[in-house]
């Protein structure tokens, strides 16, 4: 399994980058999970967008779906360029009925994932887990059968993360806040909140991502190493992990 940072920024891009998409791939099967502002751009410099096998969305906030739009249109432009009626399908939860009959376009097709059961994508199983955020968002503990991935998505901490992210081997945290702040109104994490999960579900790697806007983000870092002792990277585009 490889994992991919195509945009890590939280709210709306950087100049020159994107909010959150993450992409993974596994025995030539492509996914990309969130497709937020900016995220189809950068995610040229990777892959072709025919290239996408499935899109896997957590909720439906701008930062994480802005992209959705222009993804469906170069569907369209590309699938009319090589005379293929080739689908991608885009995997969203029901609960917001308006945003997710959005996903389907000609050559797009939504489809609703049940957050109370095992999805299976390709080679990967994705479990989810509902997030503490203003809107309903899940987020995913995916596995190839070999190694497994946690992406918190947007939330605030409590203490079932630990659980749900035990073992993990990469673990990708929402950490919009440094240490001392409250994220619990606007539903995101602090740096060693996201540090307290990795430290007691045992995870190898902690990536804080879905950054802020403000401050010195390796004070993040440094913060989150006073609480998790194992390897802790922020997020960049491009950055990767593999095994």
Known sequence: MKVTIIGYWGAYPAAGSATSGYLLEKDGFTMLVDCGSGVL??????????????VLLTHYHHDHIADIGPLQYAMLVQSTLHETNQKLYIYGHKEDKQQFERLSHQYTEGVGYDPGETLKLGPFTIDFQKTSHPV?????????????????????????????????????TDTNFYHGMDGTGPGHMTSTEAASIARDAGVDTLWLSHLPHFGDHTRLRQEAQNVFQGT???AEEGLSWSK
């Open 136 to 172: 309903p968002c899940y987020g995913m503990r995916i596995s190839d059968g070999d190694n497994t991935i946690v992406y918190t998505a947007d939330t605030s901490y409590f203490e079932a993360w630990a659980d749900f992210a035990e073992g993990a081997d990469l673990l990708i």
């Open 232 to 234: 802790i990277q922020l």
């Open 41 to 54: 751009s950068r995610l040229q410099q990777y892959k072709r967008v025919m290239d996408l096998d499935a």
